[in-house]
């Protein structure tokens, strides 16, 4: 490539992530945190733009925990993971790193659920490692976009999943469970309401708990619309911990917007 070529915006925001150190932890009160990440991180189409091209894909996860503080882990929607697999994730991160996951699709779309207290124990014990490090971000139940309000059911369920103390969120994609009724169910067992967005739905802005969770998996945004998302994040770790992942693409866009995102809450000048 002649010297002269100007280079396009995500190569150059990846070559200065690469040159950058660890971000600082974020300072004050401990229980007021920002956690940003991505949807994964095994990505090998991720290299140049975010992953140098001297990282081997099984120090993706190392290299990814210097740059940003969680990761939601979507490998839990068909799967639980061994106690050993966990370890290695846990090992290869930070101690201020954290670790949200998918609830298993036999939960959410199988059973929808009902029934679901075997499955909810396996879950609770596949993940006690992470929990037990004090690495635990948030375990997400997104539901498929065919299941229909069912008020009863929803508080039926997590009157049953309290009792293994996971911190749950939900997400609806179905417009049916967007009701004073369901936010009232889900402020009663201290589960937080995902604010979801994406090209074909938008989750309302409502806290439900002493928690949030943002996904942000629109096709695109623009300065403005992530200038928003800093503003909102913001204000919402100002009142608890706030967790918020950027859409997986083949592109390393997500986690480019995710690092920068992150960056200015700590004061660090976006890269470019």
Known sequence: MDSNTPMSPEKAAGREISRASKPPEVTGDSRNR?????SGWAYS?????????AVPQRKFLEYYGTHLNSVEVNYTFRQLPTEGMLTGWLAATGVGFRFSFKAPQRITHIL?????SEAVADLSRALAPVVAAGRMGV????LP????????????FLADANTCGLRMAFEFR??????DEVYAVLRRHSVALCVAESDDLETPDIVTASFVIYR???SGYSRAQLELIEKTLRRRSAEGDTFAYFKHEEQPTGAVNAVNTLGRLRHIAPRR
């Open 34 to 38: 920002t956690f940003i990440g991505t």
């Open 45 to 53: 189409s991720w290299k140049p733009g975010f992953y140098p091209p």
């Open 112 to 116: 929808r659920l009902k029934d679901c």
């Open 139 to 142: 375990v997400l139940f997104q």
């Open 145 to 156: 976009p065919n299941f229909k309000a069912d008020v009863s059911r929803l508080d039926s």
């Open 174 to 179: 179905h417009s049916t469970w967007f009701c």
């Open 216 to 218: 942000f998996r629109k």
